[in-house]
Structure formats: C-alpha cells, structure tokens
C-alpha cells in the first residue's frame, strides 16, 4: 500500500499560497531552481522583491521548499507539493474542447473491448505528458457472454472466451479426438445456448445436468470443463492486466536521464502483489488519488508520483486510470484528465451492466 499522506502543518496566508504555487508552476515548467527575481519578473505579486525572499525563506522554513545551494533558487519539497495539491484538487477541471475530443475518441472504440483501456491509457499520456496508466475493471465474478472454439489441428483448438466485464480469454484446448471446425462451431453454439451470462459457479451446475451417457454431450461437457476453469482462473487473479502508454514522456524528463531508474519504477509495477494492493486501496477511496514520492510504499517509486481514479461499481467490477511521471508533475493537468477520464469509464461500465 501507499504510505500513509503527510498533511502540511498548518494554513498559509494568501500571499504565502500565491508564491508556493508560483514557484511550483515555475520548478514544473522549468525544472530549474526558482529564485526571487524570476518570480517577480513574471508573477504580479504586489510586493517587493525583498518581501518574495522573506515569504521564500518562510516557505523554506516551514519544509515546503529547499535550497539545493546556497546561490541558487529554490525547489519544491514534497510536503510543498503535497500542500499544492490539496489546495487545487477539488478545482481543476479538464477544459470543455478536451473532453469532447476524448467523447470522441471512445465514440469510435468498438463496445466493451479491451480497446478502451488501450484508448485510456493513450488518452492519459497524449494530455499530461506522463506516462498513462489504465487496468480493466475487474469483477469479483466474471459472467461469461460468449465463446467461441477456432480449429488449430483436428486434435487442437482455440478456446476464446469473450466476458460480459469486457475481458478476453483465449486458452488452448487438446481434443480427446479429431474434430473439424463445424463440429467445433455446433459445440461453440450449444455452450453459448446452456452458458451465456453465467459465471463459474452456475455454469458447473449446468454442465453437471448434461446426460453423461449421451455421447453428444461428451465433448461439450469436457469444453464446458475448460470453460469453467477459465472463468475461476479469472476471478482468482487479483490484477488481470496493466496497460500503459507514454514511457518516452518519462524518459524525456531530466530527472530520468539515466534509463535504469525509470526501469527500476516499471519493475515495481509490475509486481502483481504492490499493484494490487495499491489498486485496491485507490478503488476502495472512491475518490482521486496522490501519491507523491516517498508516499508511495516501493522505495523504486519514491521519484515519481501517481494520481489514480477507480471507475467502476463495487461489487460488480472496478477498475483504476491515472498517471506516472515525476514529482515535478504539472498536477493540474494530470488531476482534471484523470477524473474526466475516470467518470466516462464509469459511464462505458454502466452501459456495460445496463
């Protein structure tokens, strides 16, 4: 899970927020130390730069800015971000041309197909130049909607399992004796009539009623067999898949010059018991996530931040969008997208259960 989020310690004055928040804006843009005469030069503050440094210093007092060297200006801490993104996370949605061409975009996305994670991900990079990061809703019981077994060898086939979540599973199938692809189709269409809509548990009970001395029923029932095993295998996995999109955004930050730590950051995720649990927390939030730095629990994330949404309905299936990029994140952007794209997964998942 993520490490518990530090709050800041106490409320700034207007002026105090004003210049936190230009000096972030500025470090985002820049990635270069923000002094005093540059944010003069560029924000109208109304005061003097004397009274900037005074503010920059409190700032720096307070733990919400550092000095990385004595000549140079400053950069923001992660409590500092942590303060910004507080301030800003309940304010800033995605502007009215963005959302209609995401509308769009998964207007022409075929129903229900794992294109719309593909599509998430893409979308969540192309808008905040983060890498973009988007699961499948997972249920807790999987409903099957259709199958279908495609001819591989007469003693091999292709069992291909479409889930009514929105999932494909694809498994091979040995045949006790050759078949070709019309006797195949016909046992495709008799699962399809006995098994649309069921999940594991109630497709067992439908498959343990066939007449197991009619030999008709032989091959269907050992397809039917695999079919079930399928959708338990599925409902046992905690994570199905992770996509994402957008690596060459991370790479190009300079934070991420040397390859080896963003390698190091794919690896975390890629460990299926962290980005469950991290997941699961998100889902259980209900609500946009933050996690920046050292907040997160896998020390190979600790220079980079995630903003995560879930999407879904609990109980029936809930999946998570967001994005990765590094702590100097422009939080905005990656905030208003991710909760726009996490709300039309929410309306693609409730047309889906309609």
């Not at 719309?116 to 192309?126: E, G, I, V």
């Not at 018991?273 to 609500?287: E, F, K, M």
């Not at 190979?300 to 702590?327: C, K, Q």
Request: aromatic share 6%; proline share 5%; charged share 20%.
């Amino acid at each position: 899970m993520a490490r518990r989020v530090r709050r800041s310690s106490g409320p700034l004055d207007l002026r105090s927020q004003a210049i936190l928040r230009a000096v972030i804006e500025e470090y985002v843009s820049t990635a270069a130390p923000v002094g005093s005469h540059a944010l003069v030069e560029r924000y109208r503050f109304g005061v003097s730069s004397a009274t900037v440094r005074s503010v920059l210093a409190q700032l720096e007092e307070a733990g919400l800015l550092s000095h990385p060297h004595t000549s140079a200006g400053r950069v923001p801490t992660e409590q500092g971000y942590r303060y910004y993104v507080e301030s800003i996370v309940d304010s800033v949605p995605l502007p009215p041309v963005e959302q209609l061409m995401i509308r769009h975009q998964f207007g022409q996305v075929e129903y229900a197909s794992e294109h719309w994670f593909r599509l998430a991900a893409t979308t969540l990079a192309s808008l905040t130049r983060a890498a973009g990061l988007a699961t499948p809703a997972k249920p807790s019981t999987a409903h099957l909607r259709r199958l279908d077994l495609v001819s591989i060898s007469d003693r091999l086939a292709s069992l291909i399992l479409v889930l009514r979540e929105g999932a494909l599973k694809q498994v091979l199938v040995t045949l006790d004796q050759p078949a070709t692809q019309e006797e195949l189709s016909a046992v495709a269409s008799r699962l399809n009539s006995l098994l649309d809509g069921l999940t594991a548990a109630r497709a067992e009970a439908v498959l343990a009623e066939l007449d197991i001395e009619d030999p008709a029923t032989d091959m269907p029932r050992r397809i039917g067999d695999r079919v079930v095993r399928a959708l338990l295998e599925f409902d046992g996995a905690a994570i199905e898949e992770l996509f994402s999109d957008g690596l060459l955004n991370v790479m190009a930050a300079p934070e991420f010059a040397h390859s080896e730590k963003l390698r190091r950051v794919f690896e975390a995720l890629e460990n299926r018991a962290y980005l469950a649990q991290l997941i699961g927390g998100v889902a259980g939030s209900g609500r946009i996530c933050v996690f920046i730095g050292t907040e997160n629990s896998a020390e190979e994330m600790a220079e980079v931040s995630l903003v995560l949404a879930p999407y879904g309905t609990p109980g029936r299936a809930v999946g998570v969008v967001g994005v990765l990029g590094p702590t100097r994140m422009a939080y905005p952007q990656a905030i208003g997208t991710v909760r726009f794209v996490s709300g039309l997964m929410n309306e693609l998942i409730d047309h889906l259960y309609a």
